[in-house]
């Protein structure tokens, strides 16, 4: 098996990419189609230039009035401020998601702690006392021992 450097892959990508683009030149060519903003939808090429101006620029410029400038000053300015409250609105719900992920965790370690610290605790200073084990067998004791490990 040969070893193929990111390079070689790299080139050969690009020559792949080249010829697919030369093939569909030679299609766009051969249909009459021209595309000169490079937009498709769907995979068909749009036929109409919809970027086309019917008036001069300068002719425009002269009849755009105080007021339409104001009216776009205002479109682009609600734009902003619709802008800006969705990106305020993304960060509440980051916000309220966090915030309830902390509480879901923060419970769930309060009731393993309550349960650990729930278990009855037996201290009797008197059940093993010396004198008492001593009259006892050493089996008795290692059945003794086992049962007290069991519990821990």
Do not use: C, H
């Not at 990508?13 to 000169?36: D, I, L, V």
């Not at 309060?110 to 006892?136: C, G, H, W």
Request: charged letters at 20%; glycine letters at 6%.
């Amino acid at each position: 098996m040969e070893k193929i450097s990111p390079l070689r892959t790299s080139v050969e990508a690009f020559n792949k990419y080249r010829a697919a683009k030369k093939a569909q030149e030679k299609q766009n060519q051969s249909t009459g189609a021209t595309n000169p903003f490079g937009i498709a939808f769907k995979g068909t090429v749009i036929q109409m230039d919809v970027f086309e101006k019917s008036q001069n620029t300068t002719s425009q410029q002269n009849t755009n009035s105080f007021k339409e400038k104001m009216q776009n000053t205002g479109k682009l300015l609600a734009s902003a401020w619709v802008g800006t409250i969705n990106k305020l609105s993304g960060l509440k719900t980051n916000a309220i998601a966090f915030g309830n992920k902390l509480k879901e965790n923060t419970v769930s370690y309060a009731k393993e702690f309550y349960n650990q610290i729930s278990r009855p605790i037996e201290f009797d200073a008197f059940k093993y006392n010396v004198m008492t084990l001593q009259n006892k067998p050493v089996s008795e004791l290692k059945s003794m021992l086992s049962n007290e490990l069991q519990g821990v």
